[in-house]
């Protein structure tokens, strides 16, 4: 069987062509073949409508795929696939029916799960870190919190919640954030974060550079006022970290688990499967998950 998996960011889009032996066989998932394109928020929501398709249009040409799962930022209605609310980086998204929008254009089931929400599905069903009550923070354009409640509930609507941590207040009166509000989590805690600190453009560049130390230890310190609150909040068993900054951990890992040590209640994990988890997670969702009106299901 094979799939197509979307991971729509506020930067980037991925999309892969993925296959699997079962749909409930885990193990069995296998990306066949990758591709990603600009975001392009600035152009405009009918601009970014245009790329997602085309980075579904790639592989839907070479395969026989009849589901689409899609992982998007934004808060989503997850029983309809409705975009509820997104920031500037999705402009015009906020209210737009983008699971309708996608079936009618290809004429396939399409899926649509938050961003966080997939990459967690991803670990923790196809990376094998369902165990207690895992977290994951995903660390790119912007922060993504998902969190599974309750490992016994059938995945779907409600088993795994979506947690605006990248929007709580951190510093009072801080940066603008694109939700709106200022001082939010995801303008410290996040490669747009790190840039801010920098005043550099190159996250690899700002984390391996010994004159940007101050912007990474920053950085650090921000991080671990976040973890404190999600253990504070949530009592999380372990936090698994994902996104495109962990692809860069050996610059930092070490350094935060270090001050992190007495400080955090719970286990840090690095992420197994890197910017590959929401890829994986929107399918497997897709395939397994519960999700109301997308399934057929009213």
Known sequence: MRIVGVDIGGTGIKSALIECGAPDDAASYRIIERASVHTDGKQGRDKV????????????????????????????DDTCG?????????????GLELRELLAERFGKRVNLVNDAVAALVG?????????GRPMMLTLGTGLGCAMIEDISKP???GSIENIRLGHIELHDGGRQCKCGLKGCAE??????GLKLNAGMDRVEEILSSDKSRAAVREFLAD??????????????????????????SQYWWD???????KNIACKLVKAKLGNRAALLGSVFAALNGRYGIQNGIY
Do not use: H, W
Request: proline share 2%.
């Open 123 to 131: 670990e923790a069903y196809v990376g094998n870190s369902l165990k």
């Open 187 to 192: 303008q410290y805690v996040s490669a747009t």
């Open 49 to 76: 409508i245009d790329n997602i398709c085309v980075a579904i249009d790639k592989f839907i040409a070479q395969s026989d795929a009849s589901i689409i799962g899609v992982g998007s930022a934004g808060d989503i």
């Open 82 to 94: 409705v975009i509820t609310f997104a920031t500037d980086a999705l402009p015009g998204f906020t």
């Open 155 to 157: 995945l779907g609507s």
């Open 223 to 248: 991080f671990k006022s976040v973890l404190e609150v999600a253990c504070d909040r949530y009592s999380p068993t372990n936090i698994i970290i994902g996104g495109g900054v962990v692809e860069m």
């Open 255 to 261: 350094d935060l688990v270090s001050i992190c040590d």
